[in-house]
């Protein structure tokens, strides 16, 4: 597609459960980078891909978040045994990937999640 | 500790005015810094980039700055418009390759 697509756009789970969200980048991206947005809150790093080096899991807020990513393109980030406070916007992002001069990042609309 | 500090407070501007948002970082020295546009229910949207080398970038009614002794960032948007209120965030690079990382936004209300 033209953008980065996201799904499902909203979910609603009940606390315990495990969760998956999927992204797919910009045809071509190398780069691909989830956030977490609370509501009024700024964008929280979570884990970023580029190419075939080992990803960036520096901003994963506990081991029950995981994210993979298959033939260098769709992405899933799944949180196992959801809790309260993960009820954010996950946002995936995607550019062209690394280089000096920094690439324009293009964001997804984003996964709703609710814990309930 | 690191921080990207962006004014919390909501910025109300009249239409026609130069609204000036700032950006200011601590223990960072990013290549390159990011202006993003972020509209309510929607993901950002890019805006700008400037280089650590840069001074100044244009781009129609959009200026950015980037001092980076005073480690700031200011980002004008000239003849507001109502249609330019959303929230705005400014992003660092602050990793390898193009780890970026944001600022908490401000908001901006052009009114009539």
């Known amino acids: 597609g033209a953008g980065v697509s996201q799904s499902p756009s909203n979910k609603v789970t009940e606390k315990g459960k495990d969760v998956e969200l999927r992204c797919d980048p910009i045809?071509?991206?190398?780069?691909l980078y989830w956030y977490r947005q609370s509501l009024g809150q700024g964008l929280e790093f979570l884990i970023y891909f580029q190419g075939n080096s080992a990803p960036d899991k520096s901003g994963l807020p506990s081991d029950r978040f995981s994210a993979e990513r298959t033939g260098g393109s769709v992405s899933t980030l799944t949180i196992q045994r959801t809790q309260q406070e993960d009820s954010a916007v996950y946002l995936c992002a995607s550019s062209l990937g690394q280089g000096a001069g920094g690439n324009t990042i293009y964001f997804g609309e984003g996964s709703w999640l609710t814990v309930v | 500790s690191q921080k990207i500090e962006q004014n919390s407070e909501a910025l109300n501007i009249q239409e026609g005015k130069t609204a000036t948002l700032t950006c200011n970082y601590t223990?960072?020295?990013?290549?390159?810094l990011q202006w993003y546009r972020q509209d309510p229910g929607r993901g950002p949207v890019f805006l700008l980039l400037i280089r650590e080398n840069e001074k100044e970038k244009r781009k129609e009614r959009l200026k950015v700055t980037f001092d980076t002794t005073l480690k700031q960032s200011l980002f004008h948007i000239t003849a507001s418009q109502p249609a330019d209120s959303a929230t705005y965030l400014c992003?660092?690079?602050?990793?390898?390759?193009?780890?970026?990382?944001f600022g908490t936004g401000t908001q901006l209300k052009v009114e009539l």
């Open positions: 223990n960072y020295s990013p290549a390159y």
């Open positions: 045809s071509g991206h190398t780069a």
């Open positions: 992003a660092l690079n602050t990793g390898g390759g193009n780890k970026l990382t």
